[in-house]
């Protein structure tokens, strides 16, 4: 079936450098895409999303960028902060399955200070 | 404003029994969706709820399933419990429940099937 993946697992980082987590969707249907942050304990927490007509998003410390011709996602999250060490996950709103969302395994990331 | 909330937060339950999960959504929010999370198989959809109709299902057998009420709460049944049940079982709400519309998650039941 479609899934979205992640490139790595584990990302470890030093707090104030910038982290880029990535991901690689397969499906060409999607059309939406959104950026969640799990802690440990809780349950996942919006972060940030995209839409298929645009190529990047910027918010607070965070921009999403989208490269549709080789389905790739991005995180980028500037002077990463301890606070920041949780895991990430993509995930894909195909446009013909309504709200449903497809999530990628996640990456985790390691802020040392 | 009050997150999504689920009840109860941890459950532990044997194989053959069944088991109702139940979830709370944002106050004003309408569609309410479930997530099963295991280390395995990651984040995936279980089914989706707007205005007490089933509007999306997932890939998961029909032990799974839910219902919602007219106040918008939600609950999730899981009858013939078996051992790979055991996950964290999420829902998450969002307003109007339109295509890319944002998806609050709750914290989460965990259930642990022996």
């Known amino acids: 079936g479609e899934s979205v993946g992640l490139h790595l697992p584990t990302l470890s980082v030093q707090e104030g450098d910038n982290s880029i987590i990535n991901c690689a969707y397969s499906?060409?249907?999607?059309?939406?895409f959104i950026w969640y942050k799990q802690e440990s304990g809780k349950g996942p927490q919006f972060i940030i999303d995209?839409?298929?007509?645009?190529d990047k998003r910027q918010g607070q410390r965070v921009t999403v960028l989208l490269n549709k011709t080789v389905k790739h996602l991005s995180l980028q999250i500037a002077a990463t902060q301890p606070g920041d060490s949780a895991v990430y996950f993509c995930?894909?709103?195909?446009?013909?399955?309504?709200?449903?969302?497809?999530f990628g395994k996640g990456t985790t990331l390691s802020v040392s200070s | 404003k009050a997150g999504v909330t689920q009840t109860p937060r941890y459950l532990i339950k044997t194989r053959g029994q069944q088991v109702t999960l139940s979830c709370s959504p944002i106050?004003?929010?309408?569609?309410v969706s479930w997530y099963q999370q295991t280390p395995g198989q990651g984040l995936q959809f279980l089914f989706e709820?707007?205005?007490?109709?089933?509007?999306n299902k997932g890939n998961f057998p029909g032990r799974f399933s839910g219902r919602q009420f007219s106040n918008s709460r939600s609950e999730m049944n899981v009858s013939t419990l078996e051992l790979g049940d055991s996950a964290l079982y999420l829902c998450?709400?969002?307003?109007?429940?339109?295509?890319?519309?944002?998806?609050?998650f709750g914290p989460g039941t965990r259930l642990l099937v022996l």
């Open positions: 998450a709400s969002s307003l109007g429940g339109r295509k890319q519309e944002t998806q609050y």
């Open positions: 499906n060409s249907a999607s059309d939406y």
């Open positions: 995209i839409r298929s007509n645009m």
């Open positions: 995930a894909e709103n195909l446009r013909q399955a309504g709200t449903a969302l497809i």
């Open positions: 106050s004003g929010h309408r569609s």
């Open positions: 709820y707007f205005s007490e109709t089933q509007r």
